[in-house]
């Protein structure tokens, strides 16, 4: 595949076009193809006072899309030790409670979505010890449902336990750094001036009455208890405090620029020269599960810590939230940021913002900018 002029003209107006019709306050975009980047816009404005520009190299905190290096993290951590996704979860953390190995916990096959036991996502020792005591909702094999938030505490215990680090310390260490990625999991204060606040979206009527939004807002459904363990940091607000960008939390707490999560898809995808090994980035793109999602309540498809477009019988794709190819895989995250590597083709794409839109997967904001990406002719 090659991308024309023309292709990126229109992810350009596309993009331009979130500002003038669907109230985009500030964002970018970056395209990279077979190691280089081709595209990098960026507009708008930090905040609604409009008082700081929106630059290239605004951070912004990405929620989910953080997943995707975390889960690059620990797979590399792992294969310091001789260790893979086909090790025991147990042969490094002894007291896990469930049988399963680390390609299981990486695509939400454990059933440690929500906890029981009262903890703070401040605390880690405080969560991890309700994890050791938490009854698993499944079991591998019965199943998997997405991990919102306690992706986060069961990949960093691993990497400490593996490493002596934090998650964010060592993803530096071993990929921020040798890559050159603007993107952190644990931001120093060094970047505090760079990063953008910030809005929540709006829910209407159809929202919240359609079936996860029904039963997030139901009192002791699954769905909600997963979106609340551990507990804090549930206000976009609180992700605006300067506290929540240096934690570091692995589930949702990366802060960088388009340019860096697209690059670190190039690295994934193997297009271009990374720490990441054949094995690693095998581990990231290849499909563990597909099915009825537990807690998102819709069909998804994971890897190793990323997301796959789910397919049908003869492989053809159910929805194009990355792109025309059966390949591709990446993570989004809430409110609409969005990242992804295709194999096929090279190309990786990053779409981050600062007005949130209430969704589970990314909305016309990004996914006209893919359409438009990868468009024949």
């Known amino acids: 595949m090659s991308v024309s002029p023309a292709q990126l003209g229109e992810v350009v107006e596309c993009f331009e076009r979130n500002f003038r019709e ?7 975009v970056s395209v990279w193809w077979n190691g280089v980047e081709i595209l990098n816009e960026a507009q708008g404005w930090r905040e609604k006072t409009r008082n700081r520009p929106w630059t290239s190299d605004t951070l912004v905190p990405v929620y989910s899309a953080t997943k995707g290096p975390a889960a ?16 025991s979860v147990r042969e490094v953390w002894s007291r896990f409670p469930v049988e399963a190995n680390f390609a299981q916990l990486l695509s939400h096959q454990c059933g440690l979505a929500a906890l029981d036991r009262r903890a703070s996502v401040w605390n880690h020792e405080e969560v991890i010890a309700a994890v050791e005591a938490q009854e698993p909702a499944w079991l591998p094999g019965e199943g998997h449902g997405y991990h919102p938030r306690m992706f986060g505490p069961l990949v960093e215990e691993p990497v400490r336990r593996l490493t002596g680090k934090s998650l964010g310390a060592y993803f530096r260490e071993v990929l921020g750094d040798p890559l050159g990625l603007d993107f952190w ?30 039963e997030f807002h139901r009192e002791g459904s699954l769905v909600r208890r997963a979106f609340s363990s551990p507990r804090g940091l549930h206000s976009v607000q609180d992700m605006n405090d300067p506290k929540a960008w240096l934690a570091g939390f692995p589930a949702m707490g990366g802060i960088g620029t388009a340019s860096a999560l697209a690059k670190f898809y190039q690295a994934a995808i193997g297009a271009l020269a990374s720490p990441l090994s054949s094995a690693v980035r095998a581990a990231l793109a290849t499909r563990e599960i597909q099915g009825e999602d537990r807690i998102l309540l819709r069909e998804t498809a994971f890897t190793c810590g990323c997301q796959r477009d789910p397919v049908d019988e003869a492989g053809a794709k159910k929805r194009r939230l990355y792109g025309p190819s059966p390949e591709a895989f990446g993570h989004p995250g809430a409110g609409g940021s969005h990242a992804f590597g295709d194999p096929a083709t090279g190309l990786s794409f990053a779409y981050v913002m600062n ?23």
Do not use: C, H, N, W
């Not at 669907?22 to 970018?28: D, H, I, T, W």
């Not at 690059?72 to 090790?87: C, I, N, V």
């Not at 209430?358 to 024949?376: H, N, R, Y």
């Open 72 to 87: 690059s993290t620990l797979l590399l951590a792992l294969e310091s030790r001789g260790l893979g996704p086909e090790t």
């Open 355 to 377: 007005q949130m839109e209430l969704s589970v997967f990314p909305g016309p904001k990004s996914l006209d900018l893919i359409e438009a990406l990868f468009e024949e002719g």
């Open 22 to 28: 669907r109230g985009e306050l500030g964002a970018s």
């Open 185 to 214: 999991i644990g931001l120093p204060e060094s970047g505090y001036s760079r990063v953008a606040t910030l809005y929540p979206g709006k829910a209407d009527k159809s929202d919240l009455e359609e079936g996860f939004y029904r």
